[in-house]
């Protein structure tokens, strides 16, 4: 057997004062430790009191009764009811208006279709540990204190001049901030940590996104291109096929896919109005077709609305609505004409728009 030849020091051959020494290097254990545990007690307890402070208010005032009374009232349940109806409605005002909420309609379109169920998923696991958190810091809350010290609060008054019962209150103090302490240390355990964290990114992460999209650029054609995509996929594999390819569909699936963007990509980068005109009408047109179908289904005025969507007439009357609807804000934006008198019923989505711009610094 032949030996692994030695790798030779780059020091080989320099007299020995010529070499430096390595670094010394110190252990963590030999590091001065800050003991950082009194200034968290405090906000522990401060927390802790805090909760069963809010807690007794919202009691108090009746405020979950209220809230749950109000989920209840007639007015909330008619309109739940007609939920069908009022997302066909916002269809339509999307086919022909959509295009003027271009934040708004781009940011609701990539959250939902990039970001949408990882946020939900990670919100859902976080709520129900808070949930546990309030259940224990519920069981852990002291009974109301009904001793006679409350009675004889002129006597208590005198009592505490002296310094032995001031001893005693502030030792009673010490023991009260450490249970409240306890308490919420009890309740953060039920909580995972990583799960919070989770949560805070992903949230933070929909928001950059937003916020990079309002910003205008690359990134919000991108998202145009995205979206108008997203929204054309369904129709457009309705109508292309491929009958002896069927053992390959997910490869002929993303053919359709890349092929669509590179019709899209071009025409967002040369005509970003025209393609914003086409997303809004796209979307718009998807609610108004599917949830209009589901509405007149439950009247009684269609007989299966599966079947409807299913069929060459749902695919025509969203052409229809796409093509009329792409035109009509293309020639809207061109003109820069505004609402007009829609912009009253538009008050909503005129604020939500507005927010946004302002958190993106006033661009967009």
Same mark, same amino acid.
């Given at each position: ?39 968290? %007690? ?27 009374? %109000? ?9 739940? $009811? ?64 009904? $001793? $006679? ?43 995972? %940590? ?168 006033? $661009?967009?």
């Amino acid at each position: 057997r032949v030996a692994a030849p030695r790798r030779s020091s780059p020091h080989a051959g320099l007299p020995p004062e010529c070499v430096t020494p390595p670094p010394p290097t110190i252990a963590m254990a030999d590091l001065p430790k800050f003991n950082a545990g009194p200034v968290l %007690a405090v906000p522990l307890a401060l927390a802790s009191v805090g909760y069963r402070v809010v807690a007794e208010a919202l009691a108090k005032h009746g405020v979950v009764e209220k809230v749950t009374a %109000a989920k209840d009232h007639a007015l909330v349940q008619k309109v739940s $009811s007609k939920k069908e109806l009022l997302l066909a409605v916002l269809g339509l005002a999307l086919v022909f208006h959509g295009a003027h909420f271009k934040n708004l309609l781009l940011c609701s379109q990539i959250v939902a279709m990039l970001l949408y169920d990882r946020v939900t998923r990670s919100a859902s696991a976080v709520f129900a540990d808070i949930q546990t958190a309030q259940e224990k810091l519920k069981a852990d809350a002291p009974a109301a204190d009904t $001793s $006679s010290e409350k009675k004889d609060g002129g006597k208590d008054k005198k009592k505490k001049d002296s310094a032995k019962d001031a001893a005693k209150d502030a030792a009673k103090d010490a023991a009260k901030r450490k249970e409240d302490a306890e308490a919420a240390k009890k309740a953060l355990n039920a909580l995972n %940590a990583e799960k919070l964290s989770a949560s805070a990114l992903e949230l933070l992460g929909a928001l950059l996104v937003c916020m990079l999209i309002i910003h205008g650029g690359f990134a919000q054609k991108v998202a145009i291109a995205l979206s108008l995509v997203h929204l054309l996929m369904g129709k457009v594999e309705a109508l292309v096929v491929f009958p002896e390819h069927e053992d390959v569909q997910a490869w002929t699936t993303l053919f359709l896919r890349v092929a669509l963007y590179a019709v899209v990509l071009p025409m967002t980068f040369l005509s970003p109005s025209l393609a914003l005109a086409m997303t809004a009408a796209a979307c718009g047109a998807q609610l108004a077709t599917e949830h209009g179908a589901r509405f007149l289904a439950k009247s009684g005025k269609l007989p299966d609305a599966d079947a409807f969507l299913a069929s060459k007439k749902c695919l025509l009357t969203v052409a229809a609505l796409l093509a009329v609807g792409t035109l009509w804000q293309f020639w809207a934006l061109l003109a820069g004409s505004g609402l007009g008198y829609f912009g009253v019923l538009y008050f909503p989505a005129f604020v939500a728009e507005a927010l946004l711009g302002f958190l993106a610094g006033g $661009s967009g």
